[in-house]
């Protein structure tokens, strides 16, 4: 991580987080009024990124008691909601499913699909394990950024912030040029047994099954952009936690896989846009921050 100078308490300049969120709120309204008769939520869509926008704004020119946690944190909600949204607007936007082009070239290179050949591993202690370990994925996520910010290193805090800000978003551009709801959906009918855990497995299924079930979110992977870029911010906390996300990484991505989420294209999508992203956003970073500079505060 390059160390950068923190500006002022009280600054009323945009961070580069802001300028990639209020850019994609940008985009996202002019989707919005361009398809406007194809989205019933439409006005409802609408009002709210404005909405999130006015209040973005407001905090960074409008130094409040509020600010300064706000605007360290308040990209997780609103890249959240913008997740809540992609399920309505992808199928608004794109009449085409790319469900069949991923599974045949999934099959062109293994020649078999990957999701049915792991039935031959299947076992419910592997399954309970595997489904932890996805379920995982946001805390895994989040437990990182609530380290770094322990340690009040508000500079790496920021960066973090805006590197896994800039992941999530740059994923749901994939979902919008390449619709897929994945295997568990396309390939059902080829899978000779269901998937069964142990103890907690029906419950974390159901419960991901309720807020992922309609949404097109397979390319490229987020699961596996995301945590990789966890595993690489984890070096700014210690190299004992590196460890752990070491090992953790590859448990998540095999997960998405044999829990029949992904295709193994959406995996490598995933982790080509996670080394882009860690090899060019600090040259992004740097362009974004004013004067060369990383705000925040000491």
């Known amino acids: 991580m390059v160390k950068r100078v923190a500006g002022p308490p009280g600054d009323t300049r945009f ?10 709120q940008a985009f996202t309204l002019v989707l919005i009024l361009g398809w406007w008769n194809r989205l019933p939520e439409a006005p409802q869509f609408a009002a709210v990124h404005v ?11 409008r ?34 499913n790319g469900d069949q082009a991923l599974a045949d070239l ?5 020649h078999a699909n990957p999701c049915v050949w792991l039935e031959r591993i299947q076992t419910p202690a592997l399954t309970e394990f595997l489904q932890i370990a996805y379920t995982l ?27 896994i800000a800039l992941g999530f978003l740059t ?32 419950a974390m299924q159901g419960g991901l099954n309720r807020l992922e079930s309609i949404a097109f979110d397979c390319f490229p992977s987020g699961h596996t952009e995301l945590t990789i870029l ?16 070491l090992a953790y990484t590859p448990a998540l991505i095999f997960a998405t896989v044999y829990l029949r989420y992904h295709y193994s294209v959406d995996l490598l999508a995933g982790a080509a846009l996670a080394w882009i992203l860690i090899m060019g ?18």
């Open 281 to 298: 956003a600090p040259f992004i970073y740097r362009k974004l921050s004013q004067r060369g500079v990383a705000i925040g505060r000491n």
């Open 137 to 163: 994925f946001l805390p895994a996520v989040l437990l990182l950024a609530y380290a770094i910010w322990r340690r009040r290193n508000y500079e790496n805090f920021q960066y973090y912030a805006f590197l």
């Open 171 to 202: 994923s749901y551009i994939g979902y919008l040029l390449v619709p897929a709801r994945g295997p568990r959906f396309l390939l059902a009918p080829l899978q000779h047994a269901p998937l069964r855990g142990l103890w907690l497995f029906a």
């Open 106 to 110: 999934d099959y062109r290179f293994w």
């Open 15 to 24: 961070w580069p987080v802001d300028k990639v969120i209020l850019g994609y």
């Open 51 to 61: 909405a999130a926008v006015a209040l973005l704004i407001f905090e960074v020119k």
């Open 63 to 96: 130094p409040n008691p509020t600010s300064w946690l706000f605007r360290n944190w308040y990209p997780l909600p609103y890249v959240g909601a913008c997740y809540k949204e992609m399920a309505r607007l992808v199928p608004a936007v794109r009449s085409w």
């Open 230 to 245: 966890a595993c690489w911010g984890s070096q700014l906390v210690s190299k004992r936690l590196f460890r752990v996300y």
